[in-house]
Structure formats: C-alpha cells, structure tokens
C-alpha cells in the first residue's frame, strides 16, 4: 500500500513525535500508541508516541495518506491508572473516503496498559457526523461488527452502533452519528484490570467522497481499597440473602 504518515501540525497538540515502522524520529517517555488499519482489505500499521503535557498527559496526531483514503489521527491519552487514577484514551478521527467508490474501512488502536491486578471499572462513549461529497454522503455498517468496540487485553467488553446502522446525506451536507456510550457514569463497567492494553476498534463503510468524524473515550480506573472492600462486603451479603 502506498501510505504515508506523518505530522499535521501542532498548534493545538503541542507537538508529536512520530515512529513509523520502528523507525523513531523523536520521543519522550509517554506510551506508544499502536495503530492498525484495513481499506478495502489492504492492511497497514504505525505507532505514535506523543508530547507529554505534564501530569500524565499525552497529546498525538497525524495525517495518514493512502490509496484512496486519508485518515487524521488525534488522541489525548491520560496515563494515570497506575496510580489510583484515571487511564484515559480519547480519540478524535477524520476518515475520508478521496476513491471512486464505496470503501470498507477497519481501524484499531491500542494503548499499553498495565493497571494494578485485580478489577477495574471502565467505560466509554462515542459520536460523530457524516458529510457528503457531491453526490451526497453515506456510511453505513461493515458485515455485521458495530461502529465501535472497546477491549482490554484482547477481550471485546463493549459495543457502540451495533448493526445494522446508515446514515445519508445530501451533496456537501452533514449529519450527526448520535453520541452512545457504555459503563455509564464513566467509568461502572466491571472487568478485570487491564495488564496488557486497552483498545478501541471502529468499522464502517464509506461513500466515495465522503468523510466520517468521530470522537471517542475510553476510561479506566481501580477502585481505591476502600472502595473493593465495600464491594466484597456486598457480594457476602447477596451470598447470605440466596443462603
């Protein structure tokens, strides 16, 4: 696949240091994002290692350019979930369909996690709009995997737009893709505490001439002991109630 993958500035990011293909060009100690994605089946990968805003706050973006695509990456990692805090991977994405035709498109990030053993609560939302070239716009589902998902170490906890879903507009006009969000008050989703990663995944199809932005989060955070405690106290007294 001819792609490339480099800066777009850094007026409102604060800067990027960018690694392509284990090549580093520039870093710092924040976490390396991975990035992996598939158009019209021709797969492709990077990594990105952001500017740290002080307070484990990390900032990224990137243009990627291909065949027939461009995708604009933008994320703001928080990486406090080590220290009783929060593990924050917000993301805003700009996919734009420049072929002749409809493309299926498969995108995935990963955030390297490893969060104190036990449980975690997470959660997360999404949303976005369609706008449509001059033939009008169109995005719709991809087989039948949801719009977005979320995992931790590999296993999916979570799906937002499920299939079917579509979305039409007319020439050069827009339309929203309604915010949804999961573990509501973020985070309240139980699961296992990620010792591996935390990773978002989005799949659509996309109308020629068309662009799909997207803004998401994904949060994380262990429960302080005080908070376990109270939990394995409550889990007790449901056992006694059944006994």
Not at 127 to 153: E, H, M, P
Not at 173 to 199: K, L, R
């Amino acid at each position: 696949m001819n792609a490339t993958f480099g800066n777009i500035g850094t007026s409102s990011m604060l800067g990027l240091a960018l690694l392509v293909g284990g090549t580093a060009v520039a870093g710092d100690t924040a976490p390396q994002l991975e990035l992996a994605w598939s158009v019209d089946g021709i797969s492709d990968e990077g990594a990105l290692t952001g500017t740290g805003l002080g307070f484990g706050l990390y900032s990224y973006a990137s243009l990627t350019q291909g065949d027939g695509y461009e995708i604009n990456w933008s994320f703001l990692v928080t990486d406090n979930g080590d220290s009783g805090g929060f593990e924050i991977l917000a993301s805003t994405l700009g996919v734009t369909n420049t072929s002749a035709s409809d493309s299926a498109f498969e995108i995935d990030v990963l955030l390297p996690v490893t969060l104190a053993p036990g449980i975690a609560f997470y959660g997360g939302s999404m949303g976005g709009s369609l706008t449509g070239g001059d033939d009008g716009g169109f995005l719709s589902n991809l087989g039948d995997t949801a719009l977005w998902n979320a995992s931790v170490d590999g296993d999916l906890i979570a799906t937002l737009g499920d299939a079917p879903f579509s979305f039409t507009t007319d020439p050069f006009d827009s339309t929203e893709v309604a915010e949804q969000a999961f573990g509501a008050p973020i985070p309240s989703f139980e699961h296992a505490a990620a010792q591996e990663s935390m990773s978002i995944g989005t799949d659509f199809l996309l109308g020629s001439g068309d662009t799909f932005a997207m803004t998401s989060n994904f949060v994380a955070q262990v429960p302080a002991p005080g908070v376990l405690a109270l939990l394995g106290l409550g889990g007790l007294a449901r056992h006694r109630r059944r006994n």
